[in-house]
């Protein structure tokens, strides 16, 4: 079983719909969780991070915590053709500062 | 602030040659961390420092790779013999510390063993 799990995709959705992009996780003590973006041939660049179980919102994005679950989800409001990227799940374990990163999930926004 | 500074952002070299890759993370953060990119692997971590002392390089896959930070504005990760299978994107990203900072990577080496 990987550490961290994403749907490859791609996932594709129309220019302002709601993309839903989702990752778990099998570290029960994993204590912080990130969203970066990816643009091809670019670095991974933070859009999100969230320590707590619930919704944190940031302008377009909300991301969404579920420990019980071990499952992270991050939505992106209005979707827009710049959004289009891959998006990665990155967890940090209890008392370290090691970061396990998924594998991406490739968005694509049609105009 | 520059950000993180990765060179060469690109390395083609032949089987069997030593290289080089070199960081310089952003002032002040005392994590850095040298990570490399696959598409069958994805996103590996291969070692991270804090405050220049290696912690943790349990991801470096062969004793072909060494990484040094001799002081805290500059990292090398150097492989030695390179093989075709190290061909990938290697990025370097550092933190300022603490459980609820990301990372700020650079802008990666992409590196072609032929």
């Known amino acids: 079983q990987k550490e961290v799990e994403q749907n490859s995709g791609p996932l594709s959705v129309p220019e302002g719909a709601i993309a839903s992009l989702n990752c778990t996780y099998s570290?029960?003590?994993?204590?912080?969780f990130f969203w970066y973006r990816q643009y091809s041939g670019k670095s991974p660049e933070l859009i999100m991070f969230?320590?707590?179980?619930g919704d944190k919102e940031d302008g377009r994005f909300t991301a969404q915590l579920n420990k019980a679950s071990q499952y992270v989800s991050l939505l992106i409001r209005d979707s827009q053709p710049s959004d289009s990227a891959t998006y990665l799940c990155?967890?940090?374990?209890?008392?370290?500062?090691?970061?396990?990163f998924g594998a991406g999930t490739r968005l694509f926004v049609k105009a | 602030d520059a950000g993180v500074i990765q060179s060469p952002r690109h390395e083609v070299t032949e089987m069997g040659q030593e290289v080089t890759l070199r960081c310089k993370p952003i002032?002040?953060?005392?994590?850095l961390f040298w990570y490399r990119q696959t598409m069958m692997r994805g996103l590996e971590l291969l070692i991270y420092?804090?405050?220049?002392?290696?912690?943790?390089d349990s991801g470096m896959p062969e004793d072909r790779f060494s990484a040094k930070m001799p002081n805290a504005s500059f990292s090398t990760l150097k492989i030695q013999p390179s093989e075709p299978r190290d061909s990938a994107v290697y990025f370097c990203?550092?933190?300022?510390?603490?459980?609820?900072?990301?990372?700020?990577f650079g802008s990666g080496t992409r590196l072609t063993v032929v």
């Open positions: 990155a967890v940090k374990g209890a008392g370290g500062f090691k970061t396990i």
């Open positions: 570290d029960r003590g994993s204590q912080s």
């Open positions: 969230i320590y707590s179980n």
């Open positions: 002032s002040g953060h005392d994590y």
């Open positions: 420092f804090n405050n220049n002392v290696p912690i943790d």
């Open positions: 990203a550092s933190n300022p510390g603490g459980e609820n900072y990301g990372y700020t």
